[in-house]
């Protein structure tokens, strides 16, 4: 019985990733949006107010899975 080098790997490479995405990403999507919405460029208002409308989405998504976790996924 030994360890398996490879599902590991990939199993830590999952967790970097959802962790970078959940934890700074949405932060950085946050901070793009809010940095667009402040040029004088043409469209940057609309893709501002469409990044903090993903965070909003974003951030709605993790209340419901924190309150119908259970429901959702069983565990």
């Not at 107010?49 to 209340?63: D, P, T």
């Given at each position: 019985?030994?360890i398996d ?13 959802v ?9 950085l999507?946050y901070?793009v949006?809010i940095?667009s919405?402040?040029?004088e ?5 609309l893709l501002g107010?469409?990044l ?8 709605l998504?993790g209340i419901v ?7 959702l996924f069983g565990?």
């Amino acid at each position: 019985m030994g360890i398996d080098f490879g599902a590991l790997a990939i199993a830590i490479a999952s967790v970097l990733g959802v962790g970078l995405l959940l934890g700074a990403g949405i932060p950085l999507i946050y901070g793009v949006g809010i940095r667009s919405l402040e040029s004088e460029r043409p469209g940057s208002t609309l893709l501002g107010r469409s990044l903090l409308g993903l965070c909003v989405l974003l951030a709605l998504a993790g209340i419901v899975v924190i309150v119908f976790g259970k429901q959702l996924f069983g565990i």
